[in-house]
């Protein structure tokens, strides 16, 4: 089956910790994003990569750093820097304009 | 700027009970946009493309359009199983960002 996983689906952090989120994508597709979805809000990007072992900040990217070391996989570090880490994760890829949506990874910060 | 606002925030009808939802959008060009659903807890899945003032595409109950200056989603005869909330996107000629709108929460009762 073709598609986008990210895991954990909960992820729960103590203050002052790293944590990373895993997405994988087995559809072949050049692009991948990385969005952070908070109540009431569009959708906010964080992280995008066209290309192998090439990424670009996107609108908040402060307290987030992303690797893109394989064409399948864009994992998301959030860091200790990120004051208000607590939020829903979604990870996203595309080939052309369109971008397909995993099922996301929801952070609690305890 | 780039901008998407969507309505009406949430919207309640009857099962069988037509409507449509709007996304009125602000950009120097349009070279795509995007609607999507997502259901509780889960990662936006994408319904529609369209790309020129004039193009209507459907699926289902869903049928979307799009002007100048907007789009509508116009939902025929809905069921319960529409409920979700439906997110409206904008990709502009100039750029590799995607501008998401906050959504509208649909309800559809029985």
């Known amino acids: 089956d073709g598609g986008i996983t990210q895991s954990p689906k909960y992820l729960f952090r103590k203050e002052g910790q790293n944590v990373t989120l895993s997405c994988e994508q087995n559809?072949?597709?050049?692009?991948m994003y990385w969005y952070r979805q908070d109540p009431g809000q569009g959708l906010r990007l964080i992280y995008y990569s066209q290309i192998v072992n090439d990424f670009q900040k996107g609108d908040i990217a402060e307290g987030y750093s992303v690797s893109r070391e394989k064409k399948e996989s864009f994992p998301l570090t959030v860091t200790s820097a990120q004051k208000n880490p607590t939020a829903f994760y979604l990870c996203a890829s595309g080939t052309g304009d369109t971008q397909y949506f995993g099922p996301g990874t929801r952070l609690t910060v305890l | 700027e780039d901008q998407v606002t969507q309505s009406p925030e949430a919207l309640r009808l009857q099962e069988g009970e037509s409507s449509s939802l709007n996304c009125s959008y602000t950009?120097?060009?349009?070279?795509?946009l995007f609607w999507y659903r997502q259901d509780p807890g889960k990662g936006p899945e994408f319904l529609f493309t369209l790309y020129s003032a004039g193009e209507e595409k459907e699926k289902e109950r869903l049928k979307a359009t799009l002007t100048k200056k907007e789009s509508f989603l116009h939902i025929t005869a809905p069921k319960p199983e529409d409920s979700a909330t439906y997110l409206c996107a904008v990709l502009d000629t100039g750029g590799f960002k995607t501008i998401f709108g906050a959504g509208t929460r649909l309800f559809v009762k029985a």
């Open positions: 950009v120097s060009g349009l070279r795509g």
């Open positions: 559809l072949n597709h050049d692009a």
